[in-house]
């Protein structure tokens, strides 16, 4: 099993729908997760971090985590073409202490 | 203008070369990060360094070498025995010693074998 599995891209979605992003991992003790976004070329950027089960919101995005089920998940609301790139999954290792990425899913907003 | 630079932008290595990646930043930084992308991958750890004068191996530190000399620099050479290294580097920054802090990216190295 890999350590950290995302849904595989593309996903396609008009502009102004909803984007669902999903994570599973494999270790059961971490607590930190975090969500880069990486547009075609350039280096990845921090969006949002989560720590505790339930639903945290910024702005467009909300981040879900649900450690029962290992599972995190990222939501973009009224989604836009300048949200286009490539979404990636990190949780927090606490051995190794490290962050192990996912493979990233890529996300085109049509307009 | 703080922030982490890496340079050169493009690199080309000929069969049986050392290179070596720049990485620096002037945010005061504690620990400091390479990664390794591949087409269609996620990052992952080569080296990271937590404090001046240490390092420690990643996930696939074979054929790489780092130093830490200065708390702004941390230079990446990949070393000849590293056989397939086209791929896009990343360099990181944390402001603590915890990968857990937000990780700061510089621009990245796509180095090429030729």
């Known amino acids: 099993q890999k350590e950290v599995e995302q849904n595989s891209g593309p996903l396609s979605v008009p502009e102004g729908a909803i984007a669902s992003l999903n994570c599973t991992y494999s270790?059961?003790?971490?607590?930190?997760f975090f969500w880069y976004r990486q547009y075609s070329g350039k280096s990845p950027e921090l969006i949002m971090s989560?720590?505790?089960?339930g639903d945290k919101e910024d702005g467009r995005f909300t981040a879900q985590l649900n450690k029962a089920s290992q599972y995190v998940s990222l939501l973009i609301r009224d989604s836009q073409p300048s949200d286009s790139a490539t979404y990636l999954c990190?949780?927090?290792?606490?051995?190794?202490?490290?962050?192990?990425f996912g493979q990233g899913t890529e996300l085109s907003v049509k307009p | 203008d703080g922030g982490i630079t890496q340079s050169p932008k493009y690199l080309f290595r000929k069969e049986g070369q050392n290179v070596t990646l720049s990485c620096e930043q002037n945010?005061?930084?504690?620990?400091m990060y390479w990664y390794r992308q591949d087409p269609g991958q996620g990052l992952r750890l080569i080296y990271y360094?937590?404090?001046?004068?240490?390092?420690q191996k990643g996930d696939i530190a074979e054929g790489y070498s780092v130093s830490r000399e200065k708390k702004e620099s941390f230079p990446l050479t990949v070393t000849s025995a590293q056989k397939n290294p086209t791929a896009f580097y990343l360099c990181?920054?944390?402001?603590?010693?915890?990968?857990?802090?937000?990780?700061?990216f510089g621009p990245g190295t796509r180095l090429t074998v030729l």
């Open positions: 990181a920054s944390t402001p603590g010693d915890s990968a857990a802090d937000t990780q700061y």
């Open positions: 270790d059961r003790v971490s607590q930190s």
């Open positions: 989560i720590y505790s089960n």
């Open positions: 990190a949780p927090y290792y606490n051995q190794g202490g490290k962050l192990i």
């Open positions: 945010l005061n930084h504690d620990a």
């Open positions: 360094s937590q404090i001046v004068n240490d390092f």
